[in-house]
C-alpha cells in the first residue's frame, strides 16, 4: 500500500496524528547537522555521487567523462552539459547515497 492509499484509510484523529507525527520528524531531521554529496550528472543522468572530501575526484571524473563522451552535434548541446552538483543532506540520508 502506498503513502496517499494508506493515509486516505485513515479517520480525522489517526490523520491528526500522522500530521503531528510527520511535523515532529520533520523538526528533528532538519536539526541534524548537513553533509555535501558531489554529483556528476550527464544527460540529465545521475553518472557518479561523492563524499563531501571528494570534490577534486569528481571533478576528475567529469572531466574523464567528457574525454569519452565528445559530442558530435553541437546543435543540441543540451544534451551534452556535464554538470557537477552539490547536494546538502542530513547526516542520517548521507550514507543512503553511497550504498
Known amino acids: 500500500m502506498g503513502i496517499k492509499s494508506y493515509l486516505n484509510s485513515l479517520d480525522k484523529e489517526q490523520l491528526k496524528y500522522a500530521k503531528d507525527y510527520a511535523t515532529s520528524l520533520l523538526e528533528t531531521r532538519n536539526q541534524q547537522p548537513r553533509k555535501t554529496v558531489w554529483t556528476l550528472e550527464a544527460d540529465h543522468m545521475n553518472i557518479a555521487h561523492f ?8 571533478a576528475e571524473k567529469l572531466l574523464e567523462y567528457a574525454k569519452q563522451n565528445i559530442p558530435t552535434d553541437f546543435k543540441r548541446s543540451r544534451e551534452h552539459e556535464l ?17
Open 83 to 99: 554538470k557537477l552538483v552539490s547536494r546538502r543532506l542530513i547526516e542520517s540520508e548521507y550514507d543512503e547515497w553511497f550504498k
Open 51 to 58: 563524499h563531501e572530501h571528494q570534490y577534486i575526484e569528481c
